[in-house]
């Protein structure tokens, strides 16, 4: 028995300690994390005007992809690299324009695809707010090489939390079970504090370790060598992959429409969808369409098809259910931390996980604070019995 409880003593001073030693950092990571959980859907609440087709009446038809892509290069004196178009029809085409003075990466405008009317991302108080809460979940909105390690390291002591936090938890016996995952309201408030901590900690335990480990992707080259180990296959190796090259020459074939690639993938992939447009920024790419379904409960793995961009024949199609489980999981790794993994449904749960993550280092410090008036306590009682032994023993 001693050594039982030698052992969870071990792990409650660990758990204690180094939640002590990270707590600051994590309530601050979390609550961005909370924040960012509906970040696309807040800034598009926001920017309605931006986001939505402002049509003032019967929109008309719509402008070909060609045309619309012209113009934008025209105006935004650059290159269309790619183009997004939302199976909601009062969606705003978004177009990707790398101009000469944008540095390397494509700047994202919205376009109304029945006016050709072009629009930069709004910059508004809440665009910036969402901002300063991503940078405070990197980088605790310090420089980059200060901030990723310190996150990163506390992301480590995080989910350590998580595992000394279930051995913590784990009932001595099966009937002390339900103890452990209902929480007693009627109870005096430093019950409820300790429910909160223990039971919502439990709940959510498997999202936040999801969360965390997940995470450290971005913040450690070694840990994500050591993942792209472990699943046999590159992570975020999409972010260096180039498009296909073409199989055919163009000879005096005249190059497709968007339209009509559009059209080939949407044979290829029957279903209705968010479409993502990838165009060859190079002499010979193929163009590269990705197509996902949406909904309540639609997942975020895109199906992607690659199209000779001469001739129009499908190079190769990759469908994400025929993936093996590693692909599939590499796949999804931005997804399963940001939530967006299974659509809605799945950033409800993420960001009420994440709010208890929030609450964890609160309610925590409470029971350690607790704990030691209660030791205080008993050390004052116990000195007093002392005093008062003294004195019944000086009067004899």
């Not at 939640?19 to 309605?48: K, N, P």
């Not at 003032?56 to 402008?63: A, C, D, N, Q």
């Not at 108080?125 to 420089?143: I, K, P, T, Y």
């Not at 792209?228 to 163009?250: A, H, M, T």
Request: hydrophobic share 45%; aromatic share 10%.
């Amino acid at each position: 028995m001693k050594k039982k409880n030698g052992v969870r003593k071990f792990f409650n001073d660990v758990h204690l300690w180094l939640g002590i030693a990270s707590g600051i950092i994590l309530f601050l990571v979390c609550l961005s994390g909370t924040i960012l959980a509906f970040e696309h859907e807040i800034e598009e609440f926001f920017a309605s005007d931006v986001y939505r087709i402002q049509t003032g009446g019967e929109p008309g038809e719509k402008l070909p992809l060609d045309t619309l892509t012209a113009r934008a290069e025209a105006e935004k004196n650059g290159k269309v690299t790619a183009l997004r178009i939302l199976e909601d029809e009062s969606s705003a085409y978004q177009v990707y324009i790398k101009t000469q003075d944008g540095g390397g990466r494509p700047a994202m405008f919205f376009i109304n695809p029945y006016t050709s009317e072009i629009k930069s991302a709004p910059e508004t108080f809440v665009s910036g707010f969402l901002l300063v809460a991503f940078r405070m979940h990197r980088w605790l909105l310090l420089d980059t090489s200060i901030g990723r390690p310190i996150v990163g390291v506390s992301t480590i002591i995080f989910v350590l939390l998580c595992i000394t936090g279930l051995i913590l938890w784990w009932p001595k016996k099966i009937k002390q079970l339900k103890r452990g995952l209902t929480i007693r309201f009627d109870a005096a408030w430093k019950r409820i504090n300790y429910d909160l901590h223990n039971v919502l900690g439990f709940y959510s335990l498997a999202l936040l370790l999801i969360m965390g480990l997940t995470g450290l992707n971005w913040s450690f080259d070694w840990y994500r060598k050591g993942m792209s180990k472990l699943l046999n296959d590159e992570v975020f190796k999409q972010r260096g992959q180039k498009p296909l090259n073409n199989i055919s020459n163009p000879g005096d074939a005249q190059a497709l429409s968007l339209g009509e690639f559009v059209e080939i993938a949407d044979r290829e992939l029957n279903y209705s969808g968010d479409r993502y447009i990838i165009l060859p920024t190079e002499e010979g790419q193929a163009v590269q369409i990705r197509k996902k379904k949406t909904g309540f409960f639609a997942a975020a793995a895109a199906d992607k098809v690659h199209i000779d961009s001469w001739s129009g024949e499908i190079i190769r199609t990759e469908i994400f259910s025929e993936l093996p489980l590693n692909q599939k999981i590499n796949e999804l790794m931005r997804p399963l931390h940001t939530g967006e993994v299974f659509g809605t449904f799945s950033k409800i749960l993420y960001f009420l996980a994440c709010l208890v993550g929030t609450s964890l280092p609160a309610t925590g410090t409470i029971i350690w604070i607790n704990k030691l008036k209660k030791k205080a306590k008993k050390k004052r009682k116990r000195k007093a019995k002392e005093r008062a032994a003294n004195l019944s023993l000086a009067e004899v």
